[in-house]
């Protein structure tokens, strides 16, 4: 495995390491090196990325944790706005023929006009939250 692709795995689990701790609320990284069965400072390793994680240590997180290894390496599109994100978003939300409109869109007006609209959007959606905030 190269070093880059080390360094993504290390950031990666210790990106979820710490997700994982917030969710369980768990502020103590010591005290969960301990109830995993590893040394004292092997979570702040982790999470600093000092310490390359291996598949077993990962899987003793799951089992600490109470889920699996696929929970583990599951990515949450929730927050993500990236194509894979956008496109399960139409395909959740809109029939194959407005799909299909939408398509054509695309296809056939120019990326500034495009632009332009959806900076309109943009303005016309931030004003609209505020208008609520203001009202709250």
């Known amino acids: 495995m190269n070093e880059e692709s080390q360094e993504y795995i290390k950031k990666f689990v210790a990106q979820r390491v710490n997700e994982l701790m917030i969710e369980n609320q768990i502020t103590n990284r010591k005290a969960l090196s ?16 000092k310490r390359n994680p291996y598949i ?4 003793d ?6 889920i699996t290894l696929e929970d ?15 496109m399960k978003l139409l395909t959740d939300n809109y029939k194959p023929e407005e799909l299909s409109l939408l398509y054509d869109i695309l296809s056939h007006v120019d990326k500034g006009s495009i632009i ?3 900076s309109s959007y943009r303005t016309y959606f931030d004003s609209k939250i505020e208008d609520k905030n203001e009202k709250i």
């Open 56 to 59: 077993v240590t990962v899987y």
């Open 61 to 66: 997180l799951c089992d600490f944790f109470g």
């Open 116 to 118: 332009t609209l959806l």
């Open 34 to 49: 301990h109830l995993i069965g590893y040394n004292e400072h092997f979570i702040s390793d982790l999470l600093n990325k």
């Open 72 to 86: 583990f390496f599951r990515v949450d599109y929730s927050k993500d706005k990236s194509v894979a994100s956008v």
